[in-house]
């Protein structure tokens, strides 16, 4: 096969080999996601049996973002101690000789990935409503769980998670200015003063739990595989769960954080029927919605803030965005509707 960025060919041939049972060489690779996040392929071996292998970006690489030990004990422990549904782990190299970074191999789990609204196409309305389910459903399981138990106490800080969010992403921001952007400000500091309580305990916070980094069962809708636990740590749910809620657009919405999102399909249920079913389930009260939804666009718009950063300089890096000059208007868009849901 021809060379594949991040692979080298014959030592991870070997590695592979000697290091998953039963399996055989040749393997194919094939990179089925890459950008700003940890690379991953699809490995075939031999015998046609399917891995998922997973390593860090070439460059660009940041230590919270792309440490793959961490990401393995995630979910190594989530496979070992939970019924929480995530690829089973198989192997994992430490070695950075090996192919230039760690990696990790894991079972590949074949369903279905709502990346779209062209994925939800061949979707009843019934499998819509049993994955919406089965998506809080899984959350809650993750929200809930007994982080000592499962092994992942010490994962990182408990209390605060909030006021961290709030601290790191308004520090991002000002790193990469290059135009005044007072209401993002603003917001921040209306935010800060006023953040809600912690309601219960920490649990693991996934960071970017939604449709698209999930695999559902192609029959029944429910979610039968967690993917990309890369930005996972300890957090307040309510936080985490309202973060999930914000990429759940609606039919006539235009301003949305993905592209084409899979709910713009009217055969899903509405945004309040999600944020209800999480209350039931967890327990939790989405009394302070409004903040979190505040929170949540000013959030993105620092993000995209980044993008826009960067596409000004000249450092897209090969990203496929819009114009740049529209992705700082969408920045500006984000904090007025953060501005409106916060009341300010």
Request: with cysteine; aromatic share 10%; glycine share 8%.
């Amino acid at each position: 096969m021809s060379e594949l960025k991040g692979i080298e060919l014959d030592s991870v041939t070997a590695w592979l080999a000697a290091n998953l049972a039963g399996s055989q060489a040749p393997y194919n690779f094939e990179l089925i996601a890459a950008g700003g996040s940890n690379l991953t392929y699809r490995v075939t071996d031999e015998k046609g049996r399917v891995f998922v292998l997973r390593r860090p970006p070439v460059k660009g690489v940041v230590a919270t973002a792309h440490d793959m030990s961490r990401e393995w004990r995630i979910m190594d422990a989530l496979n070992r101690h939970t019924d929480i549904p995530v690829p089973e782990t198989l192997a994992y190299c430490e070695d950075a000789s090996v192919t230039g970074a760690s990696f990790y191999v894991m079972e590949f789990v074949d369903g279905l990935i709502l990346r779209d609204q062209t994925s939800t196409e061949g979707l009843t309305e019934t499998q819509a409503r049993r994955a919406t389910e089965s998506l809080v459903d899984v959350q809650v399981a993750f929200h809930t769980l007994d982080i000592d138990k499962a092994g992942l106490g010490d994962l990182g800080k408990r209390d605060d998670y909030l006021q961290r969010q709030l601290k790191r992403w308004h520090r991002q921001a000002e790193a990469v200015r290059t135009r005044e952007l007072p209401l993002l400000d603003q917001l921040h500091a209306a935010l800060v003063e006023g953040a809600p309580e912690s309601q219960g305990r920490p649990g693991l916070a996934h960071g970017d739990y939604r449709f698209d980094n999930c695999v559902l069962d192609k029959r029944s809708g429910e979610v039968i595989a967690v993917l990309d636990w890369e930005l996972c740590t300890l957090g307040d749910p309510l936080v985490d769960f309202c973060w999930s809620l914000q990429y759940w657009a609606e039919p006539g919405e235009r301003l949305t954080f993905l592209q084409n999102p899979p709910t713009l399909n009217p055969i899903f249920p509405d945004r309040a029927f999600v944020a209800q079913l999480y209350e039931h389930k967890s327990g939790y009260r989405l009394d302070d919605l409004n903040y979190y939804r505040a929170f949540g666009w000013w959030k993105m718009a620092c993000i995209v803030e980044g993008v826009y950063a960067r596409l000004k300089k000249g450092a897209g890096g090969g990203m496929k965005t819009a114009p740049v000059e529209q992705v700082g208007q969408m920045v500006e868009a984000y904090l007025e509707e953060a501005r409106r849901s916060l009341g300010a």
